[in-house]
């Protein structure tokens, strides 16, 4: 009969910045069922959860710098008597006024580092030929924590350990936990669990999780099991942080874009975090633009008292696309012609675009025809795409490129949203993993309009939103060997629907009937 794992509770900061002056365990030891508490000084590597130039404390030494830091780890029998155990440990603080938000930090100058600058050099339009206008973004970052799954840790008998997760990327992560633990990274075996198996690769959100059991598990010898609800409950859990992005575009006399500066400002919280991987998927959006324009990003890595970042690329390639997608949108205004046409001046869509734009034709016009008809209900469609090599031969197919058409009803009565349709065209490694990649493609296309539903860019707070239509489609299409590009283009097609929203509410009569800051 197999071991029952050892459960795990913390003690957890009730400040947001503080000295710890004690810490004392021994009630908590004294209670049956209670097998260890774990503090920093127990770590025997690094303490920390990232690893290599990413910066996550795992446990707190000296200091807490955000509320909810874990101060230790009691290991237990039982997630009951864990809890009780932790109850009993007794922690001294001497708080300090915290700095706890984005513009208290700007404000301030508190910073990680100098700001980083990435420009393509190459390209030096003259900018007196151009016509410039700006664009200011915010965002609250934020991340689902529900599908990240258990993970058990254990000894593997030959000085390494064994990894068990739901999350089948999570190998990826060997390398860090091998720092933590203090040892080669090939002692560190990861096996997905098939239960709930979910299709994400590891995000470095899941770092602390694997972290903690294998600590565990290397200080008791037991196997250790990690819930998320448990490690994550009650933080201010930021995801990518909070970020301000304002750009300035230059567009020459045929509206192709020749110049595009953008300043990020990104709260990190109390470390570095994984903030930069956010940098390199806001480059990796834009990366088009700089093969043809001059491209010039500054970044700025602001310190708050807050939980560290967990930027994913994919989050920066996210807001990439938005803030490239809206510049797209504010010059074909500018110009009085239609988003498609500055799209295709801009871009090289490719044949999964030229597809759906087929489609787009004869769909416009019941749309148009609608809206003619209909006062308090209104129809936004709108065509996305997405193309991440950029390359100058149109006749090439792109390595990560996909469309999107989605078609949105805002209905003024009921004061409700809902896309009523989308069609999504991608392309994955091969047609013998079809079935898995399409489901890919479905579940972070749905993770995306989570983003939408969140707050994240417009305030539903009195608005019904049913952004599952009844006809979803995703064509599969087999071209590359990319496929770790292709999971995150699928997230990015949510940004259609964004666009599809704005396209409804323009159709309204001055301000739209509904509660939206868009």
Known sequence: MNELPLEVAYVRSPYDLAEITSVEVNQALKLPGVVSVVKAKDIPGQNNAFGGADEFQLIAEEWVNYMGQIVAIVVAESAEIADEAASLISVEYKPLPPILGLPEADALNSTHCKPEESISADNKPNDDELTFFELKHSFQGHRDLSDFGFVTAEPNGEG?????????????????????????????????????????????????????AALCASITGKKIKVNPDSLFDGLNFIGCGSAEVVSSIGFDEKGKIKSFESNIKLDCGSELG??????????????????????????????????????????????????????????AKIRSESVNKSRESNMNPGKKYARLKKIYSKKIEEVEAFNLNNDRVKKGLYLFNVNLSNKPDQTKESKANGALLSEVVIDGENESINLSYSNI?????????????????????????????????????????????????????SVNEETVESEDISLCFSLGVHFAILEAINQFDGKSPLAIGM
């Open 274 to 331: 994984s903030s930069r991987q956010f940098l390199s998927g806001y480059i990796r959006a834009l990366k088009g633009v700089g093969e043809r324009a001059k491209l010039l990003i500054r970044f700025e890595q602001f310190k708050t008292n807050q939980m560290p970042s967990m930027s994913m690329e994919k989050d920066g390639l996210w807001i990439g696309l938005l803030v490239l997608e809206d510049a797209i949108n504010q010059i």
């Open 160 to 212: 390494g350990f064994r990894i068990k997760s739901n999350n089948p990327g999570g190998d990826n992560a060997s390398l860090a936990l091998s720092k933590v633990l203090d040892l080669e990274k090939t002692q560190i075996h990861f096996a997905s669990s098939s239960e709930n198996l979910s299709y994400k690769s590891a995000a470095m959100s899941c770092y602390p999780m694997f972290a903690i």
């Open 425 to 477: 065209v991608q392309e994955f490694n091969s047609r013998i993993s079809y079935n898995q990649n399409r489901s890919i493609s479905v579940a972070l296309f749905l993770e995306g309009l989570k983003c939408l539903q969140n707050k994240r860019l417009f305030n539903l707070d009195k608005v019904k939103v049913n952004l599952f239509p009844e006809e979803l489609f995703c064509d599969v299409i």
